[in-house]
């Protein structure tokens, strides 16, 4: 058992105090974000999640909490049909034994995505069930353009305490 710290805090408190913000809540949405959504989202969420899309994605049709094997080109094999799977939900040709060795085991979690990305239009036909992939896949244009303007800050503030960079 470890000691607590100076402060009289368990170690790793940052860590600890956002899952529990996060269990909380019921929502892993970041604390500055919070004000944009509603005080029933839970219920909106419940409601998309596994009213409207039975606890699956509605891209790919991945069942929400279940341990999957998936390949790194997206195709994951379903237990139910007894067969693989691609992006969109289709069945997909069988892995040959090279790429049956590059399989991962993962557990997918759903998610209501906005899908005009704006978190206070909560309208029914703008929230979709989405897995983990289906949602990063979704955000990759915006995940890019804050990649870009994160790089432009950090050489700025480069160029302004540390001279140009080289």
């Not at 691609?86 to 995505?113: K, M, S």
């Amino acid at each position: 058992m470890t000691a607590p710290c100076s402060t009289g805090n368990p170690p790793f408190w940052g860590f600890t105090r956002r899952l529990q913000a996060v269990t909380v809540s019921g929502m892993p949405i970041r604390p500055e974000l919070r004000p944009l959504y509603p005080l029933h989202w839970r219920e909106l969420s419940l409601r998309v999640r596994f009213g409207r899309a039975g606890g699956r994605c509605e891209t790919c049709g991945r069942p929400h909490k279940a341990d999957l094997r998936c390949l790194p080109d997206g195709r994951w094999y379903d237990t139910q049909a007894h067969t693989w799977r691609d992006g969109r939900n289709r069945p997909a040709r069988w892995p040959d034994l090279l790429e049956a060795t590059r399989y991962r085991t993962t557990r997918v979690i759903l998610a209501a995505a906005h899908l005009n990305h704006d978190p206070t239009d909560n309208r029914l036909r703008n929230l979709h069930a989405l897995c983990q992939r289906c949602h990063l896949l979704h955000d990759r244009p915006y995940h890019l353009a804050q990649r870009r303007l994160t790089t432009r800050r950090r050489w700025a503030i480069g160029d302004l305490f540390l001279g140009r960079y080289a």
